[in-house]
Structures are given as structure tokens and as C-alpha cells.
């Protein structure tokens, strides 16, 4: 049973325009979230986080919002550039559990140039 | 600072073979993970290490997976014997107790 959704294998989106990708959890122990972005043949890297005490946090181009009442958050990408064609993944952990992360499946971003 | 190294990048082996990955942490930081990416879907926790504890192993699949952290640095992940279910991209993090992960590039087991 999944506990992290992403539920758009795939996004395509046009340079310079908004990237949006969704997240949706299960488990309402979660109270910390993460977006990592992955490039081929390299491993995950950290990119933005937000804390559960809050509902948005931004750091430059990127945008993260969380609606814990949904149990959904989001990652938004303001302009999108070609160099951010990659793996977006979303996880989340229960600040109790020595920061094992839940991962979703991710989410190939294509950004068109 | 150097990253966090896997090796090797790639195997190849079969069904039935023994493959040991290596893992080699940012020196100083005393959590260590285990994670598997299987089939492109999402990528599932395996174990945590704190030094050469295992603090969390409950992601271990079965018997098969034999993790270790001898001295609290560099870390094998032994799969004996190998079937067609385990291949998948296998990654390492480390982490700094506060501070947050830093990946490796992942190995990629092929067991044909």
C-alpha cells in the first residue's frame, strides 16, 4: 500500500511557463515533506522542503504549498527551463522515525524548449 | 567534501550469484540508508544504520539481503542468492543527525 502518490508518470511543459506537480499521502504521521530531483545515472538531490506547521515555502523558481486538510502537496516551478527536465519525487517523513523517508514513484518532468 | 560513492555503477549477474554492494559515506556521518528503486516505480527504504547499528532493518525484503556497517564507515549490501525480483537501482545516503540526505549515484542490478 502506497503511502506517497504521484499519480502523473509524466509532465510535459513548455519553457518559461508553470510546472505543476502533485503529491497526495495517506498517512497523517508525516509531518515533514521533501521534493528531490533526479537526473539520469545520478542520484536523487534535494531541491525543497516543508515543514507540516506550514502551508508554503519557497525557495527561487520553486515553489512548495501542502494542504494537510487534503493530505496533497504540490511543487510548483516558476519559470520552467529546459535544465529542469529530470525525476521529480516527493517524500515524506514522520519526524519520529529517525527520518526514514517515503518515497513516491515520481514524476518525469519535460520542459520544452 | 566528497559525496557519497557506490560501487560498482552497474552489475550484471545470475540468477542464483552472490553481488556485494559497497557504500562509502560522507566521513562523519553517522546515519546511513539503504534504499531500492524497483521498475521505475517509487524508491522503498531498506535499512538505517546509526555507525555500525542497525537501527532500522525493517525494509530488508527477506533473508537473502545481508547489510553491514563494520567500524561505522563504509557499508556492504551482500544479496545471496540473487533472483530475477531483486534487480533495481540501489542507493546509498548518509546523513548528519539535523542535517538533511545526500545521495550516491545508485548501483544498477541487472540478474538475469
Known amino acids: 500500500d502506497q503511502q506517497v502518490k504521484q499519480n502523473s508518470p509524466s509532465l510535459s511543459v513548455q519553457e518559461g511557463r508553470i510546472s505543476i506537480l502533485n503529491c497526495d499521502y495517506t498517512n497523517s504521521m508525516f509531518d515533514y515533506f521533501l521534493w528531490y530531483k533526479k537526473y539520469p545515472a545520478e542520484g536523487p538531490t534535494f531541491l525543497i522542503s516543508i515543514s507540516s506547521i506550514k502551508d508554503k515555502n519557497e525557495d527561487g523558481r520553486f515553489t512548495v504549498f501542502l494542504n494537510k486538510s487534503a493530505k496533497h502537496l504540490s511543487l510548483h516551478i516558476v519559470p520552467s527551463q529546459p535544465g529542469d527536465s529530470a525525476v521529480y519525487f516527493c517524500a515524506a517523513s514522520n519526524s519520529g522515525s529517525a527520518r526514514q523517508l517515503t518515497f513516491g514513484s515520481g514524476t518525469q518532468l519535460t520542459v520544452l524548449p | 567534501e566528497a559525496g557519497v560513492t557506490q560501487f560498482p555503477s552497474h552489475s550484471v549477474i545470475e540468477k542464483g550469484q552472490t553481488v556485494t554492494l559497497r557504500c562509502d559515506p560522507i566521513s562523519g556521518h553517522d546515519n546511513l540508508y539503504w534504499y531500492r528503486r524497483v521498475m521505475g516505480k517509487e524508491i522503498k527504504f531498506l535499512l538505517h544504520f546509526v555507525k555500525e547499528s542497525k537501527q532500522d532493518e525493517s525494509g530488508m525484503p527477506n533473508n537473502r539481503f545481508l547489510a553491514e556497517r563494520t567500524g561505522g564507515t563504509y557499508s556492504t549490501l551482500k544479496v545471496q542468492p540473487a533472483e530475477l525480483e531483486d534487480s533495481g537501482v540501489y542507493f546509498c545516503?548518509?546523513?548528519?543527525?539535523?542535517?538533511?540526505?545526500?545521495f550516491g549515484s545508485g548501483t544498477r542490478l541487472t540478474v538475469v
Open positions: 545516503a548518509s546523513r548528519q543527525s539535523g542535517y538533511g540526505y545526500t
